[in-house]
T-cell receptor, first 114, second 110 residues
Framework: AQSVAQPEDQVNVAEGNPLTVKCTYSVSGNPYLFWYVQYPNRGLQFLLKYITGDNLVKGSYGFEAEFNKSQTSFHLKKPSALVSDSALYFCAVRDASGGFKTIFGAGTRLFVKA | DADVTQTPRNRITKTGKRIMLECSQTKGHDRMYWYRQDPGLGLRLIYYSFDVKDINKGEISDGYSVSRQAQAKFSLSLESAIPNQTALYFC?????????FGPGTRLTVL
């Protein structure tokens, strides 16, 4: 069965510092991995995805994520956080070998302090 | 204009009432989804549809039903609302890989 774990309910970081939001996953086949962001009173917005190829994926707003197959992780990173990055972040996984459902993590709230 | 729209955006209702949440999309995608979001639980799949004739239950379909009226329209019904169905509901479509979400409907069942 597919599953996604986001071990931190909340991440706090100072503006200008690097940020990491952690995600680990479990699928039976190869994974398709996604990060979405949710701002207050808005739906989820796509940030980036890993399908195949380079393990380092670059996405919107300066975010990137690294696929690590041996650790089954897909951590979201940004070199320099902005106050406007404060939001709820969701990691998601879908089994590439015919999986139709995308499973979402519980979400991690990111607070960036000025 | 938004690619995925949901109506209403907010709704307060009473226990036992029938409620319909509507979703429309202009992305031309065949796949559509209904999720509910609860604090600390992330998004849980209620129903999904691969086309007008193909509707499937998700992980928490009890107490809900859906109708796919057209490729662009996918509605969610609560036949007899109960307080634990108070949540934020999202409709989504999916292209080749990525999902596109509506703005959500905040439903409160008193």
């Amino acid at each position: 069965a597919q599953s996604v774990a986001q071990p931190e309910d909340q991440v706090n970081v100072a503006e200008g510092n690097p940020l990491t939001v952690k995600c680990t996953y479990s699928v039976s086949g190869n994974p398709y991995l996604f990060w979405y962001v949710q701002y207050p009173n808005r739906g989820l917005q796509f940030l980036l995805k890993y399908i195949t190829g380079d393990n380092l994926v670059k996405g919107s707003y300066g975010f990137e994520a690294e696929f690590n197959k041996s650790q089954t992780s897909f951590h979201l990173k940004k070199p320099s956080a902005l106050v406007s990055d404060s939001a709820l972040y969701f990691c998601a996984v879908r089994d590439a070998s015919g999986g139709f459902k995308t499973i979402f993590g519980a979400g991690t709230r990111l607070f960036v302090k000025a | 204009d938004a690619d995925v729209t949901q109506t209403p955006r907010n709704r307060i209702t009473k226990t036992g009432k029938r409620i319909m949440l509507e979703c429309s999309q202009t992305k031309g995608h065949d796949r559509m989804y209904w999720y509910r979001q609860d604090p600390g639980l992330g998004l849980r799949l209620i129903y999904y549809s691969f086309d007008v004739k193909d509707i499937n239950k998700g992980e928490i379909s009890d107490g809900y039903s859906v109708s796919r009226q057209a490729q662009a329209k996918f509605s969610l019904s609560l036949e007899s609302a109960i307080p634990n169905q108070t949540a934020l509901y999202f409709c989504a479509t999916r292209g080749s890989d990525t999902q596109y979400f509506g703005p959500g409907t905040r439903l409160t069942v008193l």
